[in-house]
C-alpha cells in the first residue's frame, strides 16, 4: 500500500510538469526499464556493440560530438536528461549510471542526437574498482553528473 | 614477443592506471609497476627488453624481476589483453 501510495504522489508530482515533459519522463522509465533488462539478459561485451564505436577519450569524434547542434536539440538533450534524472529514484530498481546513461541514449538517438558515451574508473573504497558511465550530448551534460575526483576517464562509446 | 591485443584502453590515476575493455566487458586496476610494463608493450617488445628497462627505472633484482614480469604478463594474457609468443 505504502507504494502504491507513493506512486500516486509520485503522480501528483508529474500532474504539475507540462505535457511535454510527462511524456518524456514516461518514456524515460521505459526506457530505463528495457536498458534494465538488456543489462540482465545480455553480457556487456554483446552490449557494448549496440553502444557504438569504443575509442580513446581523445578521439576527435568525441571533442566534435556537438558540432551542428540547433538550439532545439540543445534543449532536448537537457530535457531527457531532466526526465531520466527525474524518474531514476521512481524506478522500482536502483537506476545506476549505466542504465541512465543507455536510457538516455537511446531516446536521443531516436530523435537523431549523436551522444557520446564516456567510462571511467578509479579505486574504490568498498570495491576494488569503481566504474562510472556518464553521457553527453549536443554539448550538454546529460547523465551521470558530477563525476567523482577519484575517477578516470578511460574510453568513450561514440 | 609480447604484444597488446583486444581493444583495451587505459588512464592513468595517480600512479596506477585503470583499463577497460568493451570486447570483454572488463575493468582492470594495474599498478605502477604494471603500468609501466603496459606502457613498453605499446609496441610489441620482448621479455628481455622489458625486464632491462625495468631493473634501470626500479630497484628490484633481475632474477625477481623476470619472474614477476611474467606473471604479470600472464595474467593480462588470461584477460586477453596481451599475446604472448613463445619462441
Known amino acids: 500500500m505504502a507504494r502504491l501510495r507513493s506512486l500516486a504522489r509520485k503522480a501528483r508530482t508529474l500532474g504539475g510538469v507540462g505535457h511535454h515533459r510527462r511524456a518524456l519522463v514516461i518514456e524515460a522509465a521505459a526506457s530505463m526499464f528495457s536498458a534494465r533488462v538488456r543489462l540482465l539478459v545480455f553480457p556487456f561485451s554483446k552490449i557494448a556493440r549496440t553502444l ?44 545506476v549510471c549505466l542504465q541512465q546513461a543507455m536510457a538516455a541514449q537511446v531516446m536521443l538517438r531516436r530523435r537523431g542526437i549523436a551522444t557520446v558515451m564516456h567510462f571511467g574508473a578509479g579505486r574504490g573504497d568498498e570495491k576494488p574498482i569503481d566504474a562510472h558511465a556518464w553521457l553527453d550530448a549536443a554539448g550538454v551534460k546529460v547523465t551521470g553528473y558530477p563525476i567523482a575526483p577519484n575517477l578516470a576517464e578511460i574510453g568513450c562509446f561514440v | 614477443m609480447i604484444e597488446r591485443r583486444g581493444d583495451w584502453l ?68 588470461k584477460h586477453g589483453a596481451v599475446a604472448i609468443t613463445r619462441a
Request: one cysteine or more.
Open chain 2, 10 to 77: 587505459s588512464a592513468r590515476v595517480g600512479d596506477e592506471i585503470m583499463m577497460m575493455s568493451a570486447e570483454k566487458g572488463n575493468y582492470l586496476g594495474v599498478n605502477e609497476v604494471g603500468a609501466r610494463i603496459w606502457e613498453l608493450i605499446e609496441t610489441p617488445s620482448d621479455l628481455d627488453t622489458v625486464c632491462a628497462t625495468l631493473q634501470r627505472e626500479f630497484v628490484i633484482e633481475p632474477d625477481i624481476c623476470r619472474a614477476e614480469v611474467e606473471i604479470f604478463l600472464e595474467q593480462m594474457e
Open chain 1, 52 to 95: 557504438g564505436a569504443f575509442v580513446p577519450p581523445s578521439d576527435p569524434r568525441v571533442a566534435g560530438h556537438a558540432e551542428g547542434a540547433t538550439a532545439d536539440q540543445v534543449k532536448l538533450a537537457r530535457d531527457i536528461g531532466w526526465a531520466v534524472r527525474a524518474s531514476a529514484p521512481f524506478m522500482p530498481f536502483r537506476s
